[in-house]
């Protein structure tokens, strides 16, 4: 549960502050109940263009404001005016008109035959679903500094057609997709595990031996080879970025670079109880496409690596954000570097 304030702004102009009310989904960037809330009240639509303020941690709970706008002006009670100082890191979709932009331009794509409805905004995306006559799918937005979606999942799908959702557009840091059947699998089983770990092997594999013609970077932490070849890496491939289908989501930290450094993040987010499946399975899994190889000591020299990885991810988050959203990551890199430094103990 959050506690939520909306300051309700109308063409970027603050027109009043609603009263708290309270929304069940803990989380601050799922916009969703909230803006269901503000659409009964204002009777107009709306959508969060950015977190204000956050009274919690662990980017959940506690007391948060976000400004809103209101497509069309409504009657709010008098209050002491709000300003909303510019920030120059201020991405697209969290300044006036933003939101509305996105949708325009997945209008140009598809025709819904629903509102839209915002699902998700934060410093790292903002995300729509969009209910057309053959289904839904979702339009989204990225900051510039990830990787482009749609390149990598063309890569990805050029080997492994099922493993990544269709792209009906994208254009720049926008991106439509398909939506993917199943649930996210935050809590794998083993036969989950023993379905995906191979199959992402398998396109690493495939996509090895070459640097793709997408841009992509390889960021400052390495791995011996131990035999294995750089490749693709997703970045970010913990099973809440899997579906129970069978579909990978959310490309952005995508990047080239040892494939242990994806297992040893797989590793560390199943926990004692799944991590010794995963080594196994990784490992039997890159034998078969290497025999010569030494997985198990890439895994070994990738688990501390992983964590060195974490940090710079999170700060270069940091370093691309506007003040008031930072309070998403900050902390993060002491504590991935703290981890990191747990292995050599």
């Known amino acids: 549960m959050r506690t939520v304030v909306a300051l309700v702004t109308v063409g970027g102009r603050h027109v009043g502050t609603l009263p708290e009310f309270t929304v069940a989904s803990p989380w601050w960037n799922d916009v969703e109940p909230v803006t269901a809330h503000l659409d009964r009240v204002l009777g107009v639509p709306t959508s969060v263009l950015r977190l204000v303020s956050a009274r919690g941690s662990g980017m959940r709970g506690g007391t948060v404001s976000y400004q809103v706008e209101a497509s ?3 009657a709010l009670s008098t209050v002491d005016p709000v300003e909303f100082p510019d920030d120059l890191l201020r991405m697209p979709w969290a300044r006036p008109g933003g939101p509305a932009a996105l949708v325009e331009w997945a209008d140009g794509h598809v025709r819904r035959v629903e509102p839209a409805v ?3 905004t934060w410093n790292l995306s903002c995300l729509y679903r969009l209910r057309t006559r053959a289904g839904v799918v979702w339009a989204k937005e990225v900051p510039p500094f990830p990787a482009p979606e749609g390149p990598v999942i063309e890569l990805v799908r050029s080997v492994d057609p099922s493993l990544v959702p269709g792209v009906p557009a994208a254009e ?9 059947p199943g649930t996210d699998c935050w809590s794998p089983s083993a036969e989950m595990i023993e379905h995906m770990v191979p199959r992402w092997v398998a396109v690493q594999h495939a996509l090895a031996g070459f640097f793709p013609p997408v841009r992509l970077r390889r960021r400052g932490v390495t791995v011996p080879s131990f035999g294995l070849p750089d490749s693709l890496l997703h970045g970010d491939f913990h099973p809440g970025n899997w579906r129970s289908s069978g579909v990978v989501l959310d490309w ?3 990047h080239w670079g040892h494939p242990a450094l994806d297992a040893a993040k797989l590793v560390d987010f199943v926990g004692p109880d799944l991590g010794p499946l995963v080594e196994r399975v990784w490992c039997e899994a890159w034998l078969r496409h290497c025999p010569d190889s030494d997985p198990w000591s890439a895994l070994r020299q990738g688990r501390p690596a992983a964590h060195l990885l974490g940090a710079e991810v999170y700060q270069e988050f940091l370093d691309n954000i506007e003040e008031s959203e930072r309070v998403y990551h900050r902390g993060d890199p002491e504590e991935q570097l703290a981890l990191a430094q747990s292995f050599a103990v």
Do not use: M, N, S
């Not at 720049?172 to 993917?180: A, F, P, S, T, Y």
């Open 72 to 74: 069309e002006p409504v």
């Open 118 to 120: 915002q699902v998700k």
């Open 172 to 180: 720049g840091r926008r991106i439509l997709l398909e939506d993917v």
């Open 252 to 254: 952005g930290e995508a």
